[in-house]
């Protein structure tokens, strides 16, 4: 599957575009909304980076707990549920008056929630397609989160002057309360892909199962930890450049948006093989000279050409799926999914303490030195193609 017709021809698929792309709409404008509104609350580099991507802190709990929910529940319902569930904690959200500790304990609530969403979602998408889709088609959700994202951060900013933070936060609602009505009538009932219960020890057990290889513990590695600290960088928009930091956030979602159409309708696989460490490179390169502070034009452009570098996740989910059996494909891409959003969370974590010792300037530098150090060392484990795994 090669072009963007076959694509969307495939039954479910469209529908499973639809609901990602109004969830990623949502996260964007709320996301905004609420790290402006706690950022002008508390005057904090870190407690706003924190409103932005703390959440993904909490989602190591659910990783470890909840997981195995990924695969034993309905993807229809998991789906619709979790949109009812993020529309009422970000309607919460926009109460007047809200102590900021009950903000953080609904992110909270939201990161653990999230966690098993990633693993429904990128695990229907692996069980409808063929397996020669599925780079394709992850690329198009890809594409999806950043052109969503480049509008959605421009609405949301247009959205916290003319409606404030919380009538921002209130669009993003309504925007998840679409995502579960989509999901609801637009897919089909289909059962679990594994049988038995979801529980703890069925998390344990799958986690385990998945970590004992150590070309996939490689990969895990490379998806979650230069990303996480790249996000560190993200993190810091908002103290770095208060008034443009929409601005900032869209021209990383563009550049986003560029590698992932590159990678997944362009590349052969001979090119996908070799541009992997490269690309991780370019994710957090462009970031070494902000101790600099440059200007906005020069910040711009080097947010836009790192973001390009996100394209190489793409490539590491397309290595994993060979080395992981069909029926465990759900809770490996969910494991993907929170732990790449738990070192996000980690990211944002250290370059808000980071920035709050010396500037989020310098910040920003260290946590791309950083990047580029774990990029390099991981970089032997990577080497040659994985072999294709199909069965347990």
């Known amino acids: 599957m090669r072009t963007y017709r ?15 792309a109004l969830s990623v709409a949502a996260s964007t404008v709320s996301g905004l909304a609420l790290g402006t509104l706690v950022h002008s609350a508390t005057g904090s580099p870190l407690l706003s980076a924190l409103a932005m991507f703390g959440p993904a802190l909490v989602q190591v709990v659910g990783a470890v707990t909840l997981l195995s929910a990924a695969d034993r529940l309905p993807p229809r319902a998991a789906m619709a549920g979790l949109a009812l569930a993020f529309t009422v904690a970000t309607g919460v959200q926009a109460v007047p008056g809200l102590p900021m500790w009950a903000v953080f304990v609904v992110l909270a609530a939201q990161g653990l929630i999230a966690s098993v969403g990633g693993g429904v979602r990128f695990g229907l998408l692996n069980e409808i397609l063929t397996k020669d889709g599925y780079l394709l088609g992850r690329s198009v959700l890809n594409m999806a989160v950043g052109t969503l994202q480049i509008c959605g951060y421009a609405l949301g900013g247009v959205l916290v002057v003319l409606l404030s933070p919380r009538g921002a936060l209130l669009t993003g609602a309504l925007l998840y309360a679409a995502a579960a009505t989509v999901a609801r009538l637009g897919l ?27 070309p996939r513990r490689c990969v895990y590695l490379a998806l979650w930890v230069p990303n996480g600290l790249v996000a560190g960088c993200e993190s810091l928009y908002v103290s770095y450049a208060p008034e443009h930091a929409g601005l ?32 991780r490179l370019l994710l957090a390169v462009p970031y070494l000279p902000f101790f ?48 790449t959003l738990t070192l996000q969370g980690v990211g944002a974590l250290l370059a808000g303490t980071i920035a709050e010792l010396t500037t989020p300037a310098a910040a920003m530098t ?26 347990a």
């Open 6 to 20: 076959e694509l969307f021809r495939t039954p479910e698929f469209t529908p499973l575009f639809a609901t990602s």
């Open 188 to 214: 089909t009932d289909r059962p679990p892909r594994t049988t038995g219960r979801p529980s703890a020890a069925a998390t344990w057990r799958v986690n385990a199962r998945l970590w004992s290889s150590a």
């Open 248 to 279: 900032l956030f869209a021209c990383a979602a563009l550049g986003m948006l560029v590698g992932d159409t590159l990678a997944g309708r362009f590349l052969p696989l001979r090119w996908r093989e070799r541009l992997g460490a490269p690309l």
């Open 292 to 339: 600099l502070e440059p200007g906005l034009f020069v910040a711009v452009a080097a947010v836009t050409l790192a973001s390009v570098g996100f394209a190489a996740s793409l490539l590491l989910q397309e290595r994993l799926m060979r080395l992981t059996p069909d029926e465990l494909s759900g809770q490996a891409l969910g494991l993907h999914s929170s732990g």
């Open 366 to 391: 260290v946590m791309a030195a950083a990047s580029v150090t774990v990029t390099l060392a991981l970089a032997p484990g990577l080497r040659g193609r994985a072999p294709v795994i199909a069965t």
